[in-house]
């Protein structure tokens, strides 16, 4: 069985391993991209200083909505608890658009976007830089991603079943790493025993990150928990849009906002028939609401306005998405019914769980670590046992010779 074992691993390994590396690698890269970017971005994140009280929601709102084209619409904003950190506002368009704006100047700083280098790795590490999607043929970035994944939970396996069917010293010399006894004992010591310690992260990884692959494979993943699966549903990363609205031309300012340039005026909520008053009624209870809302959440890690609803993270929740919910009446402001997450059914909780696997977010700041060295060793593996395999080779060439 040992000599099946260690032919699935080779095979499988020789003609994916250079990709793997690249989708264990880009993936460690974007770990901790959120801290880095906001580290690199301060001024878009973060006003420079806290003075006196935030602009009440109608008024901030309307400095946002001057600066966005016609054909977009403010659908929400999210606050923290953090007074100086900007709000984040979300836009009807493109795809989970929003821009960041000072609530105490009604300045937007900036429209939330990935820096070129996490845009990059998230392009390499789902489509291998290609088309996320093709009309006309084939995805090939997309299906040998998927393909590599696929085969790294076959090679991860095999691997480990070699390495329990191997045991010929004690367990801690097999998963000791020597980095004193020479460069072949290091590479070869950081291939098996490195394996081992990254095998159950990167088979967690593997398995959760497939249900973005394959169809049949979300199909069926889902199933097995009795859900069933839809497109896009269960915890992507966000898509960040770089187009706008067809028909008019924008241009997106050196202050951070969309600015038309079409005919008529502007949105239009100052024209008559009190198309104007309507739009902005919106926010005509939400800052009642976000008091009240932070007030039973003392501590929260964010809020989300919405029209007749509010969204919190509360404190020590780990997963942005597991959101309770409390619905408001739109004209009163009063808040109508409060719906909690863990009320939520199972279809959710278990597409948040997904996503929470795959990132290594389930646990907090301590697997994401965990996860990002494991992917890390996940893409040396296959450069290891490329030289393991080019040497055991150039062995079996000389004793022949």
Request: hydrophobic residues 40%; proline residues 3%; aromatic residues 12%.
């Amino acid at each position: 069985m040992k000599k099946i074992f260690r032919k699935i691993h080779l095979w499988l390994s020789v003609p994916t391993g250079i990709i793997i590396t690249l989708i264990c690698f880009s993936g460690a890269m974007l770990v901790f991209e959120k801290e880095i970017t906001e580290s690199l971005r301060p001024e878009l994140y973060f006003v420079g200083e806290a003075k006196g009280q935030a602009m009440p929601f109608e008024e901030l709102m309307e400095k946002v909505e001057a600066t966005l084209p016609d054909s977009v619409s403010i659908t929400g904003v999210t606050v923290f608890p953090d007074s100086t950190r900007t709000y984040q506002v979300s836009l009807s368009k493109p795809r989970r658009a929003s821009i960041y704006v000072n609530q105490y100047t009604g300045e937007v700083t900036g429209r939330s976007e990935r820096l070129p280098f996490f845009d990059t790795m998230f392009r390499l590490h789902r489509w291998l830089l290609g088309a996320s999607s093709s009309e006309n043929g084939v995805a090939w970035g997309k299906l040998l991603t998927g393909i590599s994944t696929l085969a790294l939970v076959f090679i991860l396996l095999t691997g480990l079943l070699m390495w329990l069917t191997n045991r010929n010293k004690p367990l801690k010399a097999s998963l000791a790493i020597h980095v004193t006894k020479g460069w072949h004992r290091f590479w070869h010591d950081l291939h098996v025993a490195g394996g081992i310690y990254a095998t159950i992260f990167l088979l967690a990884m593997a398995l959760t990150g497939l249900t973005w692959s394959f169809s049949w494979y979300r199909t069926g993943f889902y199933a097995c928990f009795g859900i069933e699966a839809s497109e896009g549903a269960h915890g992507g990363s966000a898509s960040h849009g770089r187009g706008e609205g067809q028909g008019e031309k924008k241009t997106y300012t050196s202050e951070g906002g969309y600015r038309s340039h079409g005919d008529g005026a502007g949105r239009g909520y100052h024209g008559d028939g009190g198309f104007g008053f309507h739009r902005r009624s919106q926010y005509r209870h939400w800052d009642d609401i976000l008091k009240e809302v932070a007030d039973r959440n003392p501590g929260y890690r964010q809020i989300t306005l919405k029209s007749e609803v509010a969204e919190v993270v509360p404190q020590g929740r780990l997963s942005l998405r597991a959101t309770d919910k409390y619905s408001y009446e739109k004209r009163s402001g009063e808040i109508t019914d409060v719906k909690m997450y863990s009320e939520e059914g199972k279809d959710a909780k278990v597409r948040s769980a997904v996503y929470m696997v795959h990132t290594g977010s389930w646990g907090g700041i301590i697997t994401r670590i965990l996860a990002f060295l494991a992917a890390i060793i996940g893409a040396t593996l296959p450069l290891t046992g490329y030289w393991l395999w080019v040497r055991r080779l150039s062995h079996k060439h000389n004793k022949r010779a």
